[in-house]
């Protein structure tokens, strides 16, 4: 499975973005998704995840109210809106896939990565 995420910018405190994340896969239907982030000198963490069903998500407390996460599996597509945004939420956003059941913040669990996209935001 490759992804490829696009959406990225420069954008000031209090904007929006909208990030896609697009999987070469003819079985999307059947992967949770996820985004990451990692911003310099800090580790990984989680964002947002939506299991295949699009039943499931879950946000990190630092997003939520301000981001949602969606899929469009006839477009082989995973979305993160992103509103109010904030200097912090400066990092490389990655998508990510994996084929459990259920989804879960552990990135153990993500076998597919993309490349990323550049976030960031002026104060």
């Known amino acids: 499975v490759q992804l490829v995420e696009s959406g990225g910018g420069l954008v000031q405190a209090g904007d929006s973005l909208k990030l896609s994340c697009v999987a070469s896969?003819?079985?999307?239907?059947?992967?949770?998704m996820a985004w990451f982030r990692q911003a310099p000198g800090k580790e990984r963490e989680s964002v947002a995840g939506i299991s295949w069903s699009g039943d499931e998500t879950y946000y990190a407390d630092f997003v939520k109210g301000r981001f949602t996460i969606s899929r469009d599996d006839a477009k082989n597509t995973v979305y993160l809106q992103m509103t109010s945004l904030k200097p912090d939420d400066t990092a490389i956003y990655y998508c990510a896939a994996s084929p459990k059941l259920h989804i879960d913040p552990d990135a153990r669990h993500f076998p597919y990565w993309g490349q990323g996209t550049q976030v960031a935001v002026s104060s």
């Open positions: 896969t003819r079985t999307f239907a059947s992967y949770g």
